[in-house]
């Protein structure tokens, strides 16, 4: 499915607040982080599911990195800033704009889900592998860089799992372990979501085309060897 052109492409406001000590190899990149409720408004017209998650917060004290902890409260959150507010996870995201917007006026500061296996599927890559297809200039769709150093890598639905993922590199060794599949079920983080480490940020955009997984596969083959 041909996704419609982000609202206002080029035009990013605000500037992004992410570390940029990791994009040496993309100083070019001059994307700029919109805020979380334009982003949700952005994604959910596009008609992808969205669902708002928690996020970094000062608040709390008692951080568990710079000062920071997830804005759910508990001192032990074992995935801060990384899951959802509302109860029912996954199920609860919605693609109607009016209900994205109910949601971030209540929660301005969430980060922004995004259910996969909806129109997309994503591929999470670890950092070195992911930098090494990047400098390959492989042919991609769009790509996000994740507040950890990972690599989102977005490509059409599919109904592969984890365990297809593995399989198609099991004679790659170790490849299992720095690749996962998002797919039905699932969601990422995107940006400009922000986790104790770091933002999201797009280095390629929604406006491109979305790859279908084979292709993704075959591209992301060579990196993982
Ligand atoms: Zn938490």
Redesign the pocket.
């Known amino acids: 499915m041909a996704l419609r052109r982000w609202k206002g492409s080029g035009t990013w406001p605000d500037a992004d607040q992410a570390p940029r000590r990791r994009l040496t190899l993309f100083h070019s990149v001059t994307w700029r982080a919109p805020s979380p409720l334009e982003a949700a408004v952005a994604y959910a017209e596009r008609g992808l599911p969205v669902l708002p998650c928690?996020w970094p917060t000062t608040e709390r004290g008692g951080g568990h990195w710079a000062g920071l902890?997830?804005?759910?409260?508990?001192p032990a959150?074992?995935?801060?800033?990384?899951?959802p507010v509302l109860p029912g996870d996954v199920a609860r995201a919605s693609a109607d704009p009016r209900q994205v917007r109910r949601w971030w006026r209540r929660y301005p500061q969430a980060n922004v889900g995004l259910a996969t296996g909806v129109l997309l599927d994503v591929l999470d890559l670890d950092e070195p592998q992911g930098d090494r297809l990047m400098r390959a200039g492989a042919a991609l769709g769009p790509v996000a860089r994740t507040g950890t150093g990972r690599w989102h890598l977005y490509c059409a639905p599919s109904r592969l799992d984890d365990r297809d993922l593995h399989q198609a590199f099991a004679s790659l060794p170790g490849a299992g372990a720095r690749v996962w599949w998002r797919g039905p079920g699932s969601f990422v983080l995107a940006p400009p979501s922000r986790v104790l480490t770091g933002s999201f940020r797009w280095v390629r955009d929604l406006s491109h085309q979305p790859p279908d997984a084979a292709t993704l596969l075959s591209v992301l083959m060579p990196a993982l060897g």
């Open positions: 928690h902890s997830c804005s759910c409260g508990h959150c074992s995935n801060p800033a990384r899951h």
